[in-house]
């Protein structure tokens, strides 16, 4: 018998297509299986920074975990981490999937953390009950200090919270940096307390002079403590914190919690409109966000 004798070339083309073939084949695969991991993830896990005690938080965002439980089809876990490098340290290992930053914060996050993927912003209503997309930071004292304008700062000890807080650190150096006032070189002590709630508490016992936190922290403040507090000086409007996914979130998920935020302000048993809670969310571009980083920018 003669042996029929193959043509190189076809074996060639032969054997490239069933390689194409099994790449194809593999990529689908992966894509496949990527997609049933992200469908089958058991649980979210949702982590904020304490801006307030945390049992509070909890009981703040107690009805957006129903919420998006009842509509991601997925447990929902609340963590609430001891500050912002903890909070990125957990998104950074997979332990966090979606994380709550503070404007500068989110800023900083997104530089830090390739993939991070924007999801939503806060919006929430004001005391004339004009939903709103901004807030400020204060600066305080007693009202029985004798500090009534910044320049009096100069020689006293400051309370802010941390380097990443925008209305408890990045807005109120900005206002004291166009007085031409350096806390380093002129406070007599400069005191990081990582918690709006701790900064007022040490202004209104007298273990600090002055300090500085976002709005809403201080009405609260104001209205368990009446006239005990005053405000030096208000910073410029700041964003409402972000919401974003940790860079392993898959855009099938980041779709579904973007569509279950902007659904929350409907939600009938959501969080009544109390100090701290969120009213509703939006979706904007990251540009929402340049203003911070303008403001980072000009601080020296």
Known sequence: MCERQRRPGLTLALGTSLLVTLIMAGIVL??????AGEMEQERIVLACTPWKNPETLRKVH?????YLESRLGKKV??????DYEELAARIKARAVDVGMFSSNAYVQAMKNIPGLQYLASIRKKN?????????????????????HTL????????GFTDPQSSSGYLYPRLLLQKKGINPETDFKRVFMLKKHD????????????????????????DFNNPGMLRIVAKTPEIPFDAYAAAPHIGADMVKALQKALLGYGDYPERTPDVLGSPHSYVV?????????????????
């Open 30 to 35: 992966s894509s496949a299986a990527q997609a």
């Open 62 to 66: 107690a009805p957006l975990l129903q």
């Open 77 to 82: 876990v609340f963590h609430v981490a001891k």
């Open 127 to 147: 005391a004339f009950g004009e939903i709103i997309d901004n807030y400020r930071g204060y600066v305080f004292v007693r009202t029985d200090s004798s500090i």
């Open 151 to 158: 320049d009096d700062l100069k020689g006293k000890t400051f």
């Open 198 to 221: 701790k900064v007022l508490k040490a202004v209104l016992e007298g273990s600090v002079d002055a300090g500085a936190c976002y709005d809403d922290a201080f009405r609260e403040m």
């Open 284 to 300: 904007r571009s990251d540009s929402f966000y340049d203003v911070v980083r303008e403001a980072e920018k000009s601080l020296q």
